[in-house]
């Protein structure tokens, strides 16, 4: 009962300092001066050796930037439009100009993301899930990075540890396979995604589609 | 029983502070776990789309329709060739971002006869 007690107090001092004030915020005077309305998100960088991340990470990204109040293009309708004109190989549209993206799309600014890591891991009884991305928006007006930011998250499920430590034990192991054989990556992408976008100091200023637009200068300064 | 109860208490708050977590802006539906699906098995295209349109019936209802989901109904009903449909849903979207317009446009003008297998197939 104690334990459980100091663990939830634990779990109540992650939630607060999740929702902490970074102590250094970015400087956003190049965003504001830039003051994009827009965002086209195209095909991912993936540096890893998983043939499916860069699609399943895709159905992370578009509503934690979109809500952040940013028109984000369509996500899947451009990824195949993009690969209809032979334009799938995220390294080539990647190296691309973003003038070009612009002139081509309407759009005011391209969010370039790399993923890093997309691996499970198993050590002695437990299973680690990790990923890690970097982000890069970029104006179509003239190629400045306006924006950037890297996040990696990591998960490895755990038996509630019960009265019997060989029953805890045979838990663990059970659940450490479990997530070996399915990884649950898309909670970790979603929660690097949220916080890369909403963190304050640190992830986008409020766009033209939420209330706080143009109010948050002390969350998100210029300095 | 009651070391229960306060535990359940502090759980409870430990919620109650997360909520300085953003209150969503746009209605998403199971826009994304439905998404993922179709990655995952295209033979789930059918249950992405009607999760689209479960989206945006309920973001119509509270006038928080996501950006891009119309478009992304639009463009499911091009591939079918439902041209009309995928009409109606890209004018949605343009009405309610004027950001897509431009692409949406573009994209509406390869719709013609003729072109529609080069934008769909």
New interface residues.
């Given amino acids: 009962m104690k334990l459980l007690k100091i663990g939830i107090l634990l779990a109540l001092a992650a939630s607060l300092a999740s929702c902490a004030t970074p102590p250094t915020s970015k400087d956003y005077a190049s965003f504001r001066a830039h003051d994009p309305h827009s965002i086209l998100v195209v095909p991912v960088l993936n540096n890893t050796t998983s043939l499916t991340a860069q699609d399943f990470f895709l159905s992370t990204i578009s509503a934690p930037f979109a809500e952040r109040g940013y028109y984000v293009f369509p996500a899947h309708m451009v990824k195949s439009i993009l690969e209809k004109e032979g334009l799938s190989d995220a390294g080539l549209v990647h190296a691309a100009s973003p003038v070009r993206l612009g002139q081509l799309f309407g759009c005011d600014t391209v969010l370039l993301i790399d993923i890093n890591k997309w691996e499970s891991k198993y050590v002695v009884l437990s299973t680690t899930t990790t990923v890690a991305f970097q982000y890069r928006l970029v104006s179509c007006r003239d190629g400045a990075t306006i924006w950037e930011d890297k996040r990696e998250m990591a998960y490895s499920p755990q038996a509630a540890s019960g009265g019997n430590p060989l029953a805890a034990l045979i838990a663990d192991a059970i659940i450490a396979a479990l997530e070996k054989a399915e990884p649950n990556y898309m909670p970790l992408a979603t929660q690097a995604n949220v916080m890369a976008a909403a963190t304050v100091g640190q992830g986008l200023p409020s766009g033209p589609y939420r209330a706080e637009y143009g109010k948050d200068q002390v969350q998100f300064p210029s300095k | 029983m009651t070391?229960?109860r306060?535990?359940i208490v502090?759980?409870a708050?430990?919620l109650a502070?997360?909520a300085?977590?953003?209150q969503?802006?746009?209605e998403?539906g199971s826009?994304?776990?439905s998404?993922?699906a179709y990655?995952?098995n295209s033979g789930e295209r059918g249950a992405y789309e009607a999760a689209l349109v479960k989206a945006i019936d309920a973001g119509k209802k509270s006038n928080k329709i996501?950006?891009?989901?119309y478009?992304?109904l639009g463009?499911l009903h091009l591939e079918d060739g439902k041209i009309a449909e995928a009409q109606t849903c890209f004018d949605e979207?343009m009405r309610l971002?004027p950001?897509?317009?431009?692409?949406l446009g573009s994209?509406a003008k390869r719709m013609a006869p003729g072109e529609i297998k080069g934008?769909a197939s």
């Fill in positions: 070391k229960i306060s535990a502090l759980a708050c430990g502070l997360c300085c977590a953003p969503t802006r746009f998403w826009y994304e776990p998404l993922y990655y995952k996501a950006p891009g989901l478009a992304e463009y979207e971002f950001e897509s317009r431009f692409f994209v934008a």
